[in-house]
């Protein structure tokens, strides 16, 4: 994962490259039981709690696909209908937090769990996050992001989430490697896998101050559809040719489930990239027969953030 | 308007009570251009902001039906979309605040425009507007319900709204005499009339204690449906009743503008009064011709808060 801010900043990740597979992830794939060059594979679901119409979305994609991961937005509007849902699911379903300090659409807007004003440099003039990654790199300090996260992960756990994870809404947590340092601290404090990839651009910076451990997991690929691959190839052929190509070692696909609805396109107005459709499109190949298929033809094995938490990150 | 807290808390409105035709009226008649005892009549969309399905429907009753009025709440997920709109039409279109200080529905929820922790009194354990105006009469201080307020009138200032009136989701800002004085001080503050008639219960409590002037408006008769006349008679008996009994003096109908839509019925769940289908009746009946016709054969004269603002309260 490489974090590029765009111009509308939305977190773009680089796929289709070949990371050498290394002993590291042949240690993760054998204390999850699985032989060590297996191809191990979360399909995670993004933006859950955004809206009604991505919060059906998925719940579908979990239990009518093969979406086996999704990550819980604690500020949005919708929060209390997923967070009942992972709540009254909590031995079966895997959900964590994507831990969110933007609010990226015009018409709809959220802002903090914390006091606006113990979190001020994460809050705009009207009171909202920012728009843009941008804006949070530029305005924001990395207390106020550590405050905002420690909030939003307390008030999961007062919802009874059985938080899996952490992850990060539009990368903007792992802007800097002084956000990205707050975030890993935050995922050993709760003592759950936050999602890392030596991909992600501040990773580099912070990795020599970082005193790794085996509790510590790097994902080896991570993989998100963007722009250029939805105009030019669309979801379909774009998720076959990952799942065709799939490495050993630990792979996250990151995607965005939505109804294509009435309300959704009245979130995503003016943004067809991450837009309403797209979402849609999402839900459709992983609620497929095709997507079972070639999880099976290529030997893939679903594993999800429950268990690398469980056996490795809290193993005794 | 009498306020009792219903199960749900929900401001329920006694209808059909004619109440004496008074001197004072009849100034407010005649200061608007009208004859002293004309039917003058606000048809009033409460609840803006809080989903794109109220929005869509507001926008909906105003440029096709006969709906001259409408408040926005300003804590709420959807409040940009509705500000714009606002923004972009206000000569034309009389759009004011409806204060807000609960937040009712189960799934769906928003809090305080002022930081949390300023106000905390209005603040439920997960950082959210208490559920029932049963709670904010039990926790609230009404300094908390002052500041509040006034954030809120700032922040719709802000938006570039011309705000025309302020009135009270669920009645909740008028529930107590200490909260509707609070109420009562923000218009003459900000020089804008506040929905306020002596069926409200504190009122006859506050009253003694306000010295009123001809520039506090005091509306003769507010109607509103309620569960039992939902079920009993339905919107276009109710509403055709209201229409041909109207008396003389300022009237108001409180009405409830939804698309019965996927985001409505997940906004509104397990709860039918006040509803999705419940507004989609409402704004049913106010495009209708057969509402267009009930007031010409009444001969009822539509009136703005704009022009009761701009014609009295801010007379020079």
Redesign the interface.
């Known amino acids: 994962m490489k974090l590029r801010p765009t111009s509308l900043s939305i977190l773009l990740i680089v796929t289709f490259s070949l990371t050498i597979y290394s002993q590291k992830e042949s240690n993760l794939a054998e204390k999850l039981g699985y032989a060590p060059d297996s191809k191990l594979l979360i399909i995670h679901a993004d933006d859950a709690g955004v ?3 991505e919060n ?1 979305a998925t719940i579908k994609g979990m239990e009518n696909g093969i979406v086996n991961s999704a990550s819980i937005m604690v500020p ?6 997923i967070a ?1 849902y992972a709540r009254k699911h909590s031995k079966e379903k895997d959900f964590g937090l994507h831990l969110t300090i933007t609010s990226e659409w ?5 802002g903090s ?1 914390s ?4 979190v001020p440099s994460l809050i705009n ?3 909202y996050f920012y728009h843009l990654v941008d804006s949070v790199v530029v305005h924001s300090k990395a207390i106020d992001v550590e405050k905002e996260i420690d909030a939003q992960i307390k ?1 999961a756990l ?2 009874g989430i059985d938080v899996t994870h952490l992850d990060a809404h539009m990368g903007a947590v792992m802007s800097t490697p002084d956000f990205l340092e707050k975030y890993i601290k935050k995922g050993r404090e709760y003592q759950v896998p936050v999602l890392l990839s030596r991909e992600i651009v501040a990773f580099e910076e912070l990795e020599s101050r970082l005193e790794l451990t085996s509790r510590d997991i790097i994902t080896d690929h991570v993989y998100q559809a963007n722009p250029e691959i939805y105009s030019n190839l669309g979801m379909e052929k774009y998720y076959e040719k990952v799942l065709n190509e799939l490495q050993p070692g630990l792979s996250v696909i990151l995607i965005h489930l939505a ?1 294509d ?3 959704m396109k ?2 995503t107005i003016d943004h067809p990239d991450w837009g309403s459709k797209w979402r849609q499109d999402d839900l459709d190949f992983f609620t497929s027969q095709k997507a079972r298929r070639l999880i099976e033809a290529n030997n893939i094995k679903l594993v999800t953030w429950r268990e690398i938490r469980d056996k490795i990150v809290r193993a005794e």
């Not at 949005?76 to 209908?81: G, K, L, Y």
């Not at 015009?106 to 959220?110: I, L, N």
Request: with cysteine; aromatic share 16%.
């Open positions: 809206s009604h119409s059906i949005c509007p919708w929060f209390p209908e009942a015009r018409d709809f807007k959220w769990t006091s606006k004003n113990e003039p009207h009171g008030k007062d919802f109804m609805n009435e309300e009245a979130v």
